[in-house]
């Protein structure tokens, strides 16, 4: 416990806070803002959503975060957003928008879906339906079946010029604030409060204290989290930079700052894309790729990606520091080397070979806001029909997240054709050992690794894909 | 939706029951579930956990006062597990703490001993051990074992179809407050407050004047807040009296998924005989229902899916046999549709079977079978005017159906690693409860002084709209803007005796009672206001809140003219309870006229499956749907588009999964999904069927829409199958749902593979 400082709407908070109270239950409990509901306090609802902004470095950022899995301990310093807030000064466009499409039926999720189309307006550099449609991706409704707020969302995205909306957004957040604050969708007295927002107090480690990245994990696996350390607020885990022959990544970085960083996307342009189909964009941003790999989950998504990058972990204690390839991290289900009291401090990804490309498949019982089955990530370079680079790594199908080491060998070893994606497909199969669980049968998640590695391969060259259905269907008939 | 109450939900205003300020001194509920799925109960042993800091009190069945049962028609459910452990949901204690984090930590210091059991999960197993609710229910109708050996096609097949899990937003919770002279007063999220008040009544041995319920907007219901509320209800007050001081219990989502019940499974073999050219001549059919371990509204739900068995279709002969399975889940319950989609599921199911054995197309065989004017219903109602047959033909041309088939077609030729496919769905579903009794409602409509005006009914409004519905139809009675009409809240102690909010009647029944109120109270004024001005009543009528004399305004507003009546002292209040007219059903013969009227409508539904992966889009869902002459329009496109894909949810996506030792493994949203946007359909394109003469109807010439479009969700169903027949060697059909991600691929496969 100690006094935090911080701002909730209009009003300056102190408070003595235990830091692994969940915001959702100080927002509901001690301010009595019970605007924010809980619907599942697991990450998995959106219906306890707020705006979460705060100082990091030299921007201030505003996001939309989930309140139930956002500790108490990292909010010194920060102004939370309510629905209360938006809503102090009449009604805005956006709520307009919603209620005129019809959207409430219940009404218990409309808080958050306005709190997260807002988020939406304050940070996408479009106003388009479609990017609006996935900052809803962490938001869910019983009663609508979502065609009232698809048609809110049309009418919102058509509310003002598009031009003048990426125009406003150039120049930073808080330019984009103030356009926003001058078509009442924010709250006059929110660009100066964002603007003089301190510093995040620095955080301090002490022994034995329990790192916390995003902690979307963490507050799902716990009531209470004691002594953390929260990375978030920690410099050398941050930022995202090339460094000789690597992109250099900070344990604390969180996968919305990977999936959107220009230095990612140039190297990887298909990444971003494929990221929208992990977690949602609130736990996106707040879900460290540390995290992600320190979780060691078989199917993490980003420790698949990472994986098949060839990435290694530069890893921390005190003043003495080693690096390890990330698949030696792994060591067995939910065990990774790690010592007590080191931290992932930075993943090192080695620059891609000219040419080479990156593919994920994930395929899940919903296509959004969902744990795969299985997934898979390929890094794979392909010249004049021949495979000259492959790296695979599956998971839902091992312990560990697991390179495919004798599926990738194979890869190179002919010219790709139908016959060789099959039997990729098949020694893929043969390099795992998938069990029965809630996310598929053993034999389910078998044949679905080796269609996925059919995918990736489909997708680096679609002109295969005929050639390979004709081999699969016509095969056994004659 | 009502404008005010939306907006007040877009800024976070309403107080759903865990939003309610707290009284001073308010203690919080956690609930004891058993250490096993079912079995002995040996004993309970709480020391440990009144040990602890912060906890009051641990209750147990022998601290209840009154009697120990939830069940209002057959004592076959204990309300806190005495010798036996009924089900894995089945409550044993309630703790009761200063705080939700104290009761909750609690709960594992108990010592518990019980004797586990096997339990028994799968309907067909109970059936052949026995174990029914009640004997095997039968309608029966023509000559059925004949017709079938008439029959030029024989097809026999089964349908299993799953549970589903509500996943309202707002979870069960209750606060319940002591009252004086022994009472209690009980803020429930309830479907039911009638319902909740008898359970609470009885639970505390109270007479039911001294235990008031109220329910305000419920964060959700579909069923699942209709018995189901009950228990935590009557927790709530149980812990509230003893103490004597106010308690509030809610559920936690994995406390709520694990502990309610869901939507009943049923498992359903069938024989569909036809004629050479496709017409239906018998359909023998037997539900195995799993009811789970007490029947709760097992067997209404049972009677719903007989006297739906024939679908949208003509069925001159035939058997339909319902056995209500005892197994030992957490009770079934009621879920929109209430045993109506498990039937048309079984029928659906039979007739895709057929048109794929006869080798013609489904939407042929459905046309030719179609419901229409002067068909007979199984339960002997003939059928008058009918909107079906309009629905469909419309359907086929504004989705241009033809088209679609050629188009697919021509996909599903080229196209690599995808296929689609395309169904058409006739609906019919009855409005009115199948337990007559229960058709009834009153409502209470005060005016006050200054002109406004507050309308109290039994229904309870859970999202469903029921509430802009009332409204607009006691404005439109009175002649006064709307914006004059406060909606109350449900309260046990304004309206009595209430049935619950549920079989898509709330508008219906609660809207007829309230509009007929208002007509009283329009008298009544009006007789004022012609003796004021010297007119005849006859000449004179209330628009926009102004008096009107023979189509003229005067000067006289409608809030004048309501303190002239005050003067006067005339009544300003009016009571008036309604009944459903010319329903009746006699239950030992089956036959009877148990509906007030059917809804009907047409869906098409198209899908893309993408044949390597095993994953699926809806691309679109279109429907000519039938709500009569709607007061609300926008609600019911909301309900429709709801409705539809919650079924869709039921047929592809949701599934609850339970360890054999009775754990459940989609207790939480992280294992158990539901649609989301990304499920969605590409186009939403609801249109309502615009007959001018639609045969009897609801409130104000409407009809109801909450439940009948679940049962869409079957056409995108089915769609999905037509994809999935598009590849590979032919199989044959199998009702099996969900029809998974994981299923899909299994399918897939089998038909690359050539094998069953
Ligand atoms: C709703 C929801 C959806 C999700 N969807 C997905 C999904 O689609 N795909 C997926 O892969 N995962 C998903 N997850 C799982 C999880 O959120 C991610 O794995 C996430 O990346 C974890 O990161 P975090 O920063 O939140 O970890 P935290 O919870 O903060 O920490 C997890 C573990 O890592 C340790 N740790 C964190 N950072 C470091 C570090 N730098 N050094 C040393 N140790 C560290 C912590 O001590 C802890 O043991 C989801 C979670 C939720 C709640
Ligand atoms: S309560 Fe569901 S996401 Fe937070
Ligand atoms: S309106 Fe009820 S959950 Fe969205």
Known sequence: MGISTFWVNQRRVSLSLSPSQRVVDLLRRDLSLVGTKEGCREGDCGACMILWGRREGAQTLYRSVNSCLLPAGEIDGSHILTIEGLSAEGTTPVQKALEEAGVVQCGFCSPGFVVALTGFLLNSPRLDSSLAREALGGNLCRCTGYASLGRGIEALCSLWEKGEFEESGRSGLLARMEWLVARKVLPPWVPSLAQALPDPPPSSHRRGSLPVGGATDLLVQRETLSSPLFLSRKPSLQGI???????????GVNLEEFRLSPLVTDLFPELSTALLSVASPPIRARATLAGNLVNASPIGDLSLILLSLGSSLRLVKGNSRRTLPLERFFLAYRKVDLLPGELVERILIPLPTEGSRLFFEKVSRRERLDIASVNLSALLLLKEG??????????????????????????LSSPLSPGLIREAGETAKGEVTPIDDVRGSALYKTHLLGRLVAGVLLRLAPEQAPLLENLVLEEKGG | MDKKFSLAALKGEPL????????????????????????????IDPSAALALEGVKAVFTAKDIPGENQVNDLAPDEPFLAERRILHPGHPLALVVAESEEIARRALPLIVVEALGERPVFDPREAALKGRLHAPPEVLSWGEPDKAWEDSFWKIQGRADSGDQEHLYMETQSALALPLPYGGVKVFSSTQSPGGTQKTVA??????MHLVTVEAFRLGGGFGGKETNANSWAALAALGARLLNRPLRLSLNRREDMAFTGKRHPYSTDYSLGLDREGRILSYRVLFHQDGGAAMDLSLSILSRTLLHATGAYRVPNGRATGLSCRTDHVPRTAFRGFGAPQAFFAIESALFQAAETMKVPLEELKERNLLREGDTLPYGKTLGKETLPASWKKAKALFRWEETEARIEEYNRSASWSRKGAALMPIHFGIAFTYTPLNQASALVNVYTDGSVSVSTGAVEMGQGVSVKISRAVAETLGIPPSRIRMESTDTSRIANSSPTAASTGADLNGEAARRAALLLKERLLAVAAELLGASPEELLFRRGLLERGGKKTTWSWERVVKEAYQKRVHLSALVHYATPAIWFDGKRERGEPFSYYVSGTALVEVTLDTLRG???????????????????????GQIEGAFLQGLGWLTLEESRVTPQGKMITDTLTTYKVPDFSSCPGVVDVRFLEEEEGGVRGLLGSKATGEPPFLYGIAGYQALWKAINAWGRPQPFQGIAPLTNERLLNLLVQREEGKP
């Open chain 2, 16 to 43: 759903y029951v865990v939003d309610f300020p707290l009284p001073e001194g308010t203690l919080f509920g956690a609930v004891l579930p058993p250490p096993v799925p079912c079995g002995e109960l040996l004993s």
């Open chain 2, 615 to 637: 994953t699926f889009r809806t691309d679109r869902f279109q429907v000519v749907h039938d709500v009569g002459s709607t007061p609300a329009p926008e609600v019911d496109r």
């Open chain 1, 386 to 411: 021949r495979l000259e680079e492959a790296r695979l790594a599956a998971g839902g199908v091992a312990p560990v997240p697991l390179l495919l080491s004798k599926t990738s060998a194979l890869l």
């Open chain 1, 241 to 251: 930079r090339r460094s000789g022959e690597f992109l250099s990544l900070g344990g």
């Open chain 2, 202 to 207: 009885r639970i505390l041995g109270l007479p």
